[in-house]
């Protein structure tokens, strides 16, 4: 029993290492990637993937309820307004000419805007 | 016992480092980031990089005393970017995204360029052609 503890234990730090290193390659794809919709892209990752599996792995270590409430709080918080950020971002990007045309397959906001008019 | 011990140790050292590399990794885009959206995305993606290293801190010390600031950076995070986005980034120049790179590289070569940022204000009525979001 003493040893499921402890592989718990070792379970929980083995995966805050690999959100940590989720987190360094979404950020390496935020210094290489050209283009703002594309940084949008790579900064997901440390932004739910990585930061998921750090508090996954804090979730193991700790292992009382006040504590997993407070995780799932967080996670909960993260997702929740992680994707309102990047749209306001990703749509700000739009309105100010920042998003290269030639590069999309499909444009329906374009359509819509034009449409609309 | 001090076995399991060691490897948790040494990997949650390991993580640690990688947080800080990659906050590291994240100046420089906040640095030279093109616009000010990227700057805006860099700050979620900072929130989000403390947030990771508290949660490492935490696993590594085995309290949960710095979970209260992860739940107020997590549920309060998202406000800088999103103010970045709806206030500030609209007074960028639209065309300025390979202009603006060497700016901050060279502020005091920026003659024209703080008639730029004059002319900017009274521009960002009639810079973005698309009509205001609302």
Redesign the interface.
């Known amino acids: 029993m003493n040893v499921w503890i402890q592989l718990l234990d070792t379970a929980g730090a083995l995966l805050v290492l690999i959100g940590a290193a989720i987190s360094l390659l979404g950020v390496i794809g935020m210094l290489r990637l050209p283009d703002v919709l594309s940084r949008s892209h790579a900064a997901t990752k440390p932004q739910t993937l990585g930061m998921l599996l750090v508090l996954a792995g804090v979730a193991l270590r700790l292992r009382t309820g006040m504590d997993l409430a407070t995780l799932a709080l967080i996670a909960f918080f993260q997702m929740l307004t992680g994707p309102v950020a990047s749209h306001l971002v990703a749509r700000s990007a739009y309105r100010t000419g920042q998003v290269d045309h030639g590069e999309l397959l499909f444009d329906e906001l374009d359509e819509q805007l034009t449409d609309g008019k | ?1 001090s076995v ?2 060691q ?2 140790r040494v ?2 050292t ?3 480092v ?2 800080l ?3 590291l ?2 100046l ?2 906040i640095w030279r980031g093109p ?1 000010m ?2 700057r ?3 700050l ?2 900072i929130a ?2 403390i ?2 290293g508290l ?2 801190k ?2 590594v010390a ?3 005393f710095y ?2 600031i ?2 107020v950076l ?2 309060l ?2 406000t800088g ?2 103010g ?3 206030f500030i ?2 007074r ?1 120049r ?2 300025a ?1 390979t202009v603006i790179a060497p700016s901050p590289a060279a502020p005091p070569g920026a003659g024209g360029r703080s008639g730029d940022d004059a002319g900017s204000g009274s521009d960002a009525g009639s ?2 052609t ?2 205001d ?1 609302k």
């Open positions: 016992m399991f011990e490897i948790d990997l949650l390991a993580a640690i990688l947080v590399a990659a906050g990794l994240l420089v885009r616009s959206l990227d805006a995305i860099s979620d993606v989000a990089l947030i990771a949660g490492a935490s696993a085995l309290d949960s979970f209260p992860m739940l997590a549920f995070g998202f970017s999103v970045i986005a709806r980034a609209v960028d639209p065309q995204v810079g973005p698309k009509e979001p």
